[in-house]
């Protein structure tokens, strides 16, 4: 399975990187591979605590910086306050939804040298760069229609 795939190579790359692979920290890595939500802090608590009980919030975010520091996470932030965390395997996009707040990915080849032409036509070194669309998901336009 692609999961524990991902799951073993990272947990690998942990390791190389002397970084302890703690059980709750496993739990955490794995709800990330696992998740297509991109999830809050608090959604990964709340999907947690019963299998770990002494688990605090404050555990979730330190592992969630961590894998953010070292790349395996990316923090999305958005106007409503709460950051979403998304597992990091190849650059990619994502659609949101404005009325439910649903966030899919989008893989479209072709950007990759968006960094490049930024920098030959600004000359700014250019360190990392997203793109988000917005629009009315399939399921929130028909809730629309059935209104």
Avoid: W
């Amino acid at each position: 399975m692609v999961t524990n795939q991902m799951v073993s190579q990272t947990i690998e790359k942990l390791k190389a990187s002397n970084i302890r692979i703690t059980p709750q920290r496993y739990a955490v890595l794995e709800y990330l591979i696992e998740a297509d939500s991109h999830p809050t802090a608090d959604d990964i608590y709340r999907s947690l605590v019963e299998r770990f009980p002494n688990v605090s919030v404050a555990t979730i975010y330190n592992n969630l910086r961590l894998f953010t520091k070292i790349g395996f996470v990316n923090e999305m932030t958005y106007g409503d306050g709460s950051s979403r965390f998304d597992f990091a395997t190849t650059q990619h996009y994502h659609a949101i939804c404005e009325k439910c707040g649903k966030i899919e990915d989008i893989y479209y080849p072709g950007l990759e040298d968006i960094e490049e032409t930024a920098h030959n036509l600004t000359g700014y070194r250019v360190t990392n760069h997203r793109m988000e669309v917005y629009g009315i998901c399939p399921d929130c336009q028909a809730l629309l229609v059935s209104e």
